[in-house]
């Protein structure tokens, strides 16, 4: 089993930065790939972005490509997610997932782990 613990999130407003974290524990994470996904209110959970279990390869949704940036840490088991150049339609509740297959992809019933959210609401 692996358990994530989101932080970082909270309130910003247009065109500022947030940088969200994920510490993970239990099974050895550095293994797993990894990503954010993040629903609004009433909306399903939507993909952000994937980072592979070495770091070498992320995948962007084009909605945050160019503005949001996806990094690891395996010796500290942590994934983050830096967002600059926010907009109000980012906002959102941000969840860190990790999962079991290599390339799981941005469909979330391909990842096995997840947080439990952290809010992040960006006002115009």
């Known amino acids: 089993q692996v358990q994530l613990v989101e932080s970082g999130g909270g309130l910003v407003q247009a065109g500022g930065s947030l940088r969200l974290s994920c510490t993970a524990s239990g099974r050895t994470f550095s293994s797993l790939d990894a990503g954010w996904f993040r629903q609004a209110p009433g909306k399903e959970r939507d993909f952000v972005a994937s980072?592979?279990?070495?770091?070498?390869?992320?995948y962007y949704a084009d909605s945050v490509k160019g503005r949001f940036t996806i990094s690891r840490d395996n010796f500290k088991n942590t994934v983050s997610l830096q967002m600059d150049s926010l907009k109000p339609e980012d906002t959102a509740v941000y969840y860190c997932?990790?999962?079991?297959?290599?390339?799981?992809?941005?469909?979330?019933?391909?990842?096995?782990?997840w947080g439990q959210g952290t809010q992040v609401t960006v006002s115009s």
């Open positions: 997932a990790a999962a079991l297959q290599r390339r799981p992809g941005s469909n979330s019933n391909e990842y096995d782990f």
């Open positions: 980072i592979s279990w070495r770091g070498s390869s992320t």
